[in-house]
């Protein structure tokens, strides 16, 4: 299974360089992944069943878990939300499943997107952890172009062990997320 390979790879040789890149001794100090959560906000898709039961399958495919309803907390009468209606779904991810995803985002699904140049390095929340969204899930193989019913996208948060945003960036550079280039 690949993913063994990469939690193997990590645990063998990310590890080890992200400790030298951060000089650092202590080995419980190197920052970790912990795990990562995907979120999908359906709007007024998540009132029509059928559109919700084939986000939760897309988010199932691509995860390899199923997946939570998102409820909302509160009444928003302009946007016709009651509270405790359905708003979305959610996954989070852990072990080799986080790994599995970690490895299809890096490999698979972000050198799909058209003109990829990067990451942008603003996601970044200032207490180590890292939040991306992607606009459409056809970046994802597992999933087929004629079975959807609409695109939507999906936020990914990466949430680590780092006490702050320069030694998260450090891990996720060196798992191999690629951020784009400052400057020119």
Same mark, same amino acid.
């Given at each position: 299974?690949?993913?063994?390979?990469?939690?193997?790879?990590?645990?063998?040789?990310?590890?080890?360089?992200?400790a030298k890149r951060l000089e650092i001794s202590n080995p419980h100090e190197i920052p970790k992944i912990k795990?990562?959560?995907?979120?999908?906000?359906?709007?007024?898709?998540?009132?029509?069943? !059928?559109? *919700?039961?084939?986000?939760?399958?897309?988010?199932?495919?691509? %995860?390899? #878990?199923?997946?939570? @309803?998102?409820?909302?907390?509160?009444?928003?009468?302009?946007?016709?939300?009651r509270e405790d209606m359905t708003i979305g779904c959610m996954v989070t991810l852990r072990g080799e499943r986080?790994?599995?995803?970690?490895?299809?985002?890096?490999?698979?699904?972000?050198?799909?997107?058209?003109?990829?140049?990067?990451?942008?390095? !603003?996601? *970044?929340?200032?207490?180590?952890?890292?939040?991306?969204?992607? %606009?459409? #899930?056809?970046?994802? @193989?597992?999933?087929?172009?004629?079975?959807?019913?609409?695109?939507?996208?999906?936020?990914?948060?990466?949430?680590?062990?780092?006490?702050?945003?320069?030694?998260?960036?450090?891990?996720?550079?060196?798992?191999?997320?690629?951020?784009?280039?400052?400057?020119?």
């Amino acid at each position: 299974m690949k993913s063994q390979k990469y939690k193997s790879l990590y645990t063998e040789t990310i590890y080890a360089n992200v400790a030298k890149r951060l000089e650092i001794s202590n080995p419980h100090e190197i920052p970790k992944i912990k795990k990562i959560v995907i979120n999908r906000g359906l709007g007024e898709s998540a009132q029509v069943s !059928s559109l *919700f039961a084939a986000s939760r399958q897309e988010i199932a495919t691509v %995860t390899g #878990q199923h997946s939570v @309803p998102t409820l909302a907390k509160k009444s928003i009468a302009g946007f016709k939300i009651r509270e405790d209606m359905t708003i979305g779904c959610m996954v989070t991810l852990r072990g080799e499943r986080m790994y599995a995803f970690l490895d299809r985002l890096v490999h698979l699904a972000l050198p799909r997107i058209r003109d990829f140049r990067g990451i942008k390095r !603003s996601g *970044f929340d200032g207490k180590g952890n890292y939040t991306l969204g992607l %606009t459409d #899930q056809l970046l994802f @193989p597992e999933i087929d172009f004629d079975k959807i019913a609409r695109l939507d996208g999906m936020n990914i948060s990466i949430v680590t062990t780092a006490k702050t945003d320069r030694d998260a960036e450090v891990l996720l550079e060196t798992i191999g997320i690629p951020f784009a280039q400052t400057g020119n």
